[in-house]
């Protein structure tokens, strides 16, 4: 933290890779410790307010029938285009009309009867910093959250605000409210997932799939954020927490989120010293060993879920749920407890648009869905379902769109409140190890196993979860546990999850084929790219060579090499299975071949001034963060600069190389 905060908190100068908190800190006086053996006792038993301030098509898809059919200028995929394509006036219009519908009184007081205890609630930075295409949309958005605030103390419900939205996003998908990187191929079709990319920590680079700067201006102004809603929120006795940030994507660089969430941690704790503070653990839980030992109000959010699966038997399920239990045991032993903040009761990916409106990621849905009437819109003055043929856009996954008035959704179990009622018994008794668990969501338009309230209507989870029997409590403790599932088959829900093992030897099977034909495919572009290396610039005959642009760039970048790792491509650092398949997906789109005379569009990889971005993957928009120096006080919250949270000055030399700075 900043010099004069580790002072006050009594701390020594801590290294990069030394954040920890002295014995002394363990106890704040409010009963919050960190680690073993005094771990956290909060019983957490809550359900997410998603889709609420922050919208998402899979879960009001209501909302979004209006974009149907529209040419990209009018096409609305997630927040910030909803904004975006409405402007200020009809947009905050349709937004505040659904604030009070999505979530109203009714809702909170039979949460509470139910025996939740707690709710975390999703935001975005732009309630507290509006910028473009925020301002105006989104006002009255802290009044509506004021209003639930106070409904949830009415009613004993304990309330954890979650940042789950950032400028520039950081990890690319709706659910931050900005999909990054939506590339228009005409005016009927685009391109998200072979583009994926987030901004937020900086310039990506989709040849490496790593960082190439790290953009330090947009996390201080995070930080910032972080302590405006800590000023604005924590004199109302119903928050008990903060998360820092929602599912920050893998790629994002591990040193400089730990660096984030240690300087948000002290800035935080510094205005909210009895908060929670909670810390995703960007799909990768087991990183977090020894990280803030001793810092007290601390715990780790892990997400756990099962829609991502590949085709199993109900029975891998279930023992898949139970095995949890022992991996949380495990993992809390040296980490923060362990908090699942997100989790559901559907084990394939069929709600419509849960991949993204009018799109899917590769390879799914893995099952043949079913289907239902689609809802009505809640929200006055928009159009219903369509009555014919899906229409338009149409991305590069198999399109689930409505369709004569019927919309996708799970694929029913034969034994079906059966089967759903066991697993989420089975899934409450593992996560009942860490200090709680938050149901995601409280209510959905579609599938109910996306939804706490249609599920407990159809009897699959309990009644009352504030009283819980010791049977349902030792499900997992009593039964045969499935082997701890490692964090490459769990942890990552729809960001390229390669098969489970727990599949069936037939699976394990087609990963093998399925490997050695990418692997064959990568051999032969290399034979077939030295071929035509080989033979002079000027013959070019009319039958140009189509490759997908990154497998083309980096056998030109890597010519002349010496083969390393896998040698596939000449590559000097080592290839791992899921790069190389993230390489060679393009291979299924012939949108994503180019000619081999295309040298200028090859010339613009190797830049080295500016943004690495691929021209095939343009982002819509390229902000470019504004120098702290730069800003005036019109732009921090209510023109108010006095308060804002300051970052040390130590940080500053570190920005021009790009390194994280030692006092961070």
């Known amino acids: 933290p900043a010099p004069t905060l580790m002072a006050a908190a009594g701390l020594r100068v801590l290294s990069t890779t030394d954040y920890t908190c002295p014995s002394s800190a363990q106890h704040d006086g409010t009963g919050h410790s960190n680690h073993a053996p005094h ?390 008794s593992a996560f009942e190890e860490g200090v709680g668990w938050i149901f995601w969501n409280f209510r959905a338009e579609l599938d109910p196993r996306w939804s706490w309230e249609a599920a407990a209507h159809r009897g699959w989870v309990p009644a009352n979860v504030s009283n819980l029997s010791p049977s349902l409590l030792n499900i997992c403790k009593t039964s045969s546990e499935a082997n701890v599932p490692s964090s490459a088959d769990n942890d990552l829900p729809w960001y390229n999850m390669l098969p489970s093992p727990h599949g069936s030897s037939s699976v394990v099977m087609l990963m093998g084929v399925g490997l050695g034909t990418l692997i064959s495919i990568a051999v032969l572009l290399r034979i077939v790219l030295a071929l035509v290396m080989r033979s002079s610039a000027g013959r070019r005959t009319a039958d140009k060579l189509s490759l997908p642009p990154r497998l083309l760039h980096l056998a030109r970048k890597t010519q002349g090499r010496k083969p390393g790792g896998l040698g596939l491509l000449g590559l000097k650092q080592r290839v791992s299975s899921r790069s190389l398949a993230q390489l060679a997906y393009p291979l299924m789109s012939a949108q994503h071949a180019i000619h081999e005379g295309e040298e200028e569009l090859l010339d613009q990889f190797e830049s080295p001034k500016g943004e690495r971005e691929s021209p095939l993957c343009d982002s819509r928009e390229r902000e470019r963060s504004v120098p702290l120096a730069d800003r005036t006080a019109s732009d921090a919250p209510n023109g108010d600069a006095t308060r804002l949270y300051m970052p040390p000055p130590e940080w500053e030399p570190m920005m021009a190389a790009h390194q994280l700075p030692q006092s961070f």
């Open 39 to 428: 771990p956290l006792r909060l019983n957490i038993r809550g359900v997410n307010l998603g889709g609420w301030m922050i919208v998402q098509p899979w879960l009001t898809p209501s909302l979004f029938y209006q974009f149907e059919g529209r040419p990209p200028d009018q096409t609305a995929m997630d927040m910030h285009s909803f904004c975006e394509v409405l402007g200020p006036v009809e947009g905050n219009r349709q937004l505040r009309e659904h604030w009070r519908k999505w979530l109203a009184e009714h809702h909170l007081r039979q949460l509470a009867q139910q025996g939740i205890n707690t709710v975390r609630i999703p935001v975005g930075d732009w309630m507290w910093v509006p910028y473009e295409p925020f301002v105006g949309c989104t006002d009255g958005a802290i009044d509506e959250l004021w209003r639930v605030i106070h409904l949830c103390g009415r009613f004993g419900l304990r309330i954890i605000v979650d940042l789950h939205g950032v400028r520039r996003s950081q990890n690319g998908f709706d659910n931050s409210g900005h999909i990054v990187n939506v590339t228009w191929t005409d005016d009927d079709h685009f391109e998200h997932w072979p583009c994926r990319s987030a901004g937020w920590q900086g310039s990506f680079d989709p040849m490496t799939m790593t960082y190439s700067s790290i953009n330090w201006d947009n996390i201080r102004t995070t930080v910032q954020v972080l302590q405006r809603i800590a000023i604005s929120l924590r004199h109302f006795p119903a928050l008990i927490g903060i998360e820092a940030l929602n599912e920050p994507w893998q790629f994002t660089p591990i040193d400089v989120l730990k660096a984030f969430y240690w300087e948000s941690y002290w800035t935080v704790r510094a205005e909210a010293p009895h908060w929670l503070f909670v810390i995703h653990d960007s799909f990768r839980l087991e990183e977090w060993s020894g990280y803030m030992k001793g810092c007290p109000g601390v715990a780790l959010d892990t997400h756990v879920y099962q829609a991502w699966f590949d085709i199993r038997a109900q029975k891998s399920f279930l023992e898949n749920a139970c095995s949890w239990r022992q991996r949380i045991q495990q993992v809390q032993e040296s980490t923060p407890p362990i908090l699942v903040c997100e989790w559901s009761l559907a084990t394939d990916n069929c709600n419509m648009w849960i991949n993204g409106f009018h799109d899917n990621a590769p390879g799914f849905p893995k099952v043949d869905c079913g289907s239902m009437e689609c809802p009505q819109p809640y929200v006055s003055g928009l159009p219903g379902p369509p009555m014919g043929a899906a229409p338009g856009p149409h991305g590069t996954g198999a399109n689930i769109a409505p369709s004569y008035g019927q919309c996708s959704v799970s694929k029913p179990w034969d034994n079906e409140d059966e089967i759903e009622a066991r697993l989420a018994e089975h899934k409450i």
